[in-house]
Every structure is written in structure tokens, then in C-alpha cells.
T-cell receptor, first 115, second 114 residues
Framework: ETGVTQTPRHLVMGMTNKKSLKCEQH?????MYWYKQSAKKPLELMFV???????ENNSVPSRFSPECPNSSHLFLHLHTLQPEDSALYLC??????????????FGNGTRLTVT | AQSVTQLGSHVSVSEGALVLLRCNYS??????LFWYVQYPNQGLQLLLK??????LVKGINGFEAEFKKSETSFHLTKPSAHMSDAAEYFC????????????FGTGTRLQVTL
């Protein structure tokens, strides 16, 4: 149990499908993140939410749409993806408090395959 | 701008041997440095971190790392490898300690053989 739960663990979708990834954290953190992990590349930060407000969007294509309804839940809505979007998508959370920033806590990821 | 270089995408050691995973960073300010481990089919887990103070940092599972400012390095070591240490290890740097400002290296896959 990591404290950060991601569903589904595996997802195969066609380029015309619409699907959503879900992340839930039980750690009382106030910030949540989406990362993309591709083979032989560094982790890429996609989005950051701090107290439900999006604070980072690292030039992510609009076919990825995040949603953060509260500090414990984070979604990544996917539509019209490309095969190069196949990767492991990791959710993470942390506490962002003045003078006391906790490290990232990761979920186990969703392995996405776009066919 | 900050960056992280991990030398060696794959490292293989025998069980019981010393583990040394290399990490060099660049940062315009005193850095915050992290090592994360990723076991198969799992997310990343924090091994240890350096913020300020003592330059030798001890982490979980017998790992430790030493911050060497003059060498801009933060190499990860473990005196005696165990089969369960086989995983991918990521070094990361942050200018201000904020997770959203973390820059990760490309990772080093550690293989432990009998």
C-alpha cells in the first residue's frame, strides 16, 4: 500500500477512444502531480495541482486533460491519443507547505498502450 | 537551469559486492538532491534525500549517498548488494526543494547476480 492508488493498472485504447486515469491519495497531501515515464527518457512532469488549482502545465498536448475535484483525487482524461503516448503514467502527491515541502509519494502507475 | 546525469544506464554486481550508482548534477543554487528506486511494475519510492547539513545521508535498505559540492556529485552506495536490490534507481535535483521543481535523471538499472 503506497498511500497513492492509481486505476486502472493497465489500459489499452485505440486512437479514437476516450478514457480516464484515476488517482487517489490517502496521505493528507495538498499537491498532486501527473508524470509520464517513457523508456530511456527522464520522468516528464505533465501537470501539478496545488490545493486543487493547476499550477504547472508543461506544454502538454490538449489531448491530455487533467481534473482535480479535490485535494485527494486527480484524473487524467485522454482522447484521440497517438501511439507515441504509450507510456507509464505516474501519479504522485506531496505536501507543499511554507518551509516544509515533503518528497513525492508515487502510485504504481497506469501502463497505457495506444493502438 | 538544473540537470542530472546518471552515468551508466545498466550496472551489474554480484550479490554481496559493493553497489555504486553515479549521479552528477548541475544547479545554479545549493541543490536539494534525491534518490528514488523503482521496482518492477511499481511507482518510484524515496530512498534518501539531501537538503542541508550532514553531507553523508543514510536511507532505507542500507543505502547511503554523499553530497560532494566540489565534484557536483551525489553517488549512491551500498556496501553489500542483495538480490532484492535489483531495480531502477533515479537521481533527482531540485533548486528549492519543491517537488514540482524536480528534475530526474534517466535512471540506472541495477542487476544483482549470484
Amino acid at each position: 500500500e503506497t498511500g497513492v492508488t492509481q486505476t486502472p493498472r493497465h489500459l489499452v485504447m485505440g486512437m479514437t477512444n476516450k478514457k480516464s486515469l484515476k488517482c487517489e491519495q490517502h496521505l493528507g497531501h495538498n499537491a498532486m502531480y501527473w508524470y509520464k515515464q517513457s523508456a530511456k527518457k527522464p520522468l516528464e512532469l505533465m501537470f501539478v495541482y496545488n490545493f486543487k488549482e493547476q499550477t504547472e502545465n508543461n506544454s502538454v498536448p490538449s489531448r491530455f486533460s487533467p481534473e482535480c475535484p479535490n485535494s485527494s483525487h486527480l484524473f487524467l482524461h485522454l482522447h484521440t491519443l497517438q501511439p507515441e503516448d504509450s507510456a507509464l503514467y505516474l501519479c504522485a502527491s506531496s505536501s507543499l507547505d511554507r518551509g516544509n515541502n515533503s518528497p513525492l509519494h508515487f502510485g504504481n502507475g497506469t501502463r497505457l498502450t495506444v493502438t | 537551469a538544473q540537470s542530472v546525469t546518471q552515468l551508466g544506464s545498466h550496472v551489474s554486481v554480484s550479490e554481496g559486492a559493493l553497489v555504486l550508482l553515479r549521479c552528477n548534477y548541475s544547479s545554479s543554487v545549493p541543490p536539494y538532491l534525491f534518490w528514488y528506486v523503482q521496482y518492477p511494475n511499481q511507482g518510484l519510492q524515496l530512498l534518501l534525500k539531501y537538503t542541508t547539513g550532514a553531507t553523508l545521508v543514510k536511507g532505507i535498505n542500507g543505502f547511503e549517498a554523499e553530497f560532494k559540492k566540489s565534484e557536483t556529485s551525489f553517488h549512491l552506495t551500498k556496501p553489500s548488494a542483495h538480490m532484492s536490490d535489483a531495480a531502477e534507481y533515479f537521481c533527482a535535483v531540485s533548486d528549492d526543494g519543491t517537488a514540482s521543481k524536480l528534475t530526474f535523471g534517466t535512471g540506472t538499472r541495477l542487476q544483482v547476480t549470484l
